[in-house]
């Protein structure tokens, strides 16, 4: 399945993934601990999951290849702040979950949480397998030009 993580459920990632004929549902993250609460209750699922946060873009068929890939954890980096950097962290990610999630997730505020799930992460499911190319990034376009 595919997850979109937003507070706002008309969010750039939604409007994107509409264009696809693929089934994904939205999470609202509720406060500072619904984006903890909504990783753990889709991890503890135990099935293999596309996670998008609410800016990334993902081009057409990419999510559909995440899920087709045998690798337990795909990530896309993402345009980033300054220019030309591309980080991973949480914005565009497949994983297969193992085990249950840890049960701090759910007391983690929202923009600390990659800091609890990306080191469970590489003790689960080993390091990313990076997808090529990069998704955009909706908020690229409010950095200003040098
Ligand atoms: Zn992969």
Redesign the pocket.
């Known amino acids: 399945m595919i997850y979109v993580f937003t507070a706002d459920p008309e969010c750039p990632t939604v409007w994107a993934l509409r264009q696809e004929d693929l089934a994904f549902r939205v999470l609202i993250n509720e406060g500072e601990f619904g984006y903890g609460r909504n990783w753990l209750e889709v991890w503890d699922r135990g099935e293999p999951f596309v996670a998008l946060e609410h800016d990334v873009i993902p081009w057409p068929g990419a999510c559909k290849e995440?899920l087709e890939?045998p690798?337990p954890r795909?990530q896309h980096r993402f345009s980033g702040a300054p220019p030309g950097n591309l980080p991973m962290g949480l914005g565009a990610i497949?994983v297969v979950p193992v085990g249950p999630a840890p049960a701090e997730w759910a007391s983690i505020p929202w923009n600390r949480l990659d800091g609890w799930i990306v080191p469970h992460l590489n003790e689960e499911l080993g390091w990313e397998?990076v997808?090529e190319p990069p998704f955009a990034h909706a908020r690229a376009s409010l950095i200003p030009s040098p």
């Open positions: 995440l890939c690798e795909c497949k397998h997808h």
